[in-house]
Nanobody, 126 residues
Framework: VQLQASGGGLVQAGGSLRLSCAASGRARRADAIGWFRQAPGKEREFVAAITWNFGNTRYAESLKGRFTISRDNGKNMVYLQMNSLKPEDTAIYYC????????????????????WGQGTQVTVSS
């Protein structure tokens, strides 16, 4: 398994969750890790991304201030801290590994990522 996402669950609106993504093998050697989410009947959308080397980050504009991405190089882990959750945040959350945006890759485009985790369900109740 190259990427393993975990940490999803059921939370009330206003609550918090922290998702984890464990990277190994070729996925760990990729330059960046991105989080995406997909709600039923909707397209997969970009959430946040981070580079392994310097920890540079990118966020979906609509999620800035509520979501924070971080990484632990020693543990080969990437985290997504989600605060002030809303029912519209309900989705399956995926982590993916791919090239950094510094190489010209469009970090918002899911097709630019080479490896994907299995996803973890986040459900926010109102």
């Amino acid at each position: 398994v190259q990427l393993q996402a975990s940490g999803g669950g059921l939370v009330q609106a206003g609550g918090s969750l922290r998702l984890s993504c464990a990277a190994s093998g070729r996925a760990r050697r990729a330059d960046a890790i991105g989080w995406f989410r997909q709600a039923p009947g909707k397209e997969r959308e970009f959430v946040a991304a981070i580079t392994w080397n310097f920890g540079n980050t990118r966020y979906a504009e609509s999620l800035k201030g509520r979501f924070t991405i971080s990484r632990d190089n020693g543990k080969n882990m990437v985290y997504l801290q989600m605060n002030s959750l809303k029912p519209e945040d309900t989705a399956i959350y995926y982590c993916a590994a791919g090239p950094s945006w510094y190489s010209g890759s469009n970090y918002r485009d899911p097709t630019r990522y080479d490896y994907w985790g299995q996803g973890t369900q986040v459900t926010v109740s109102s």
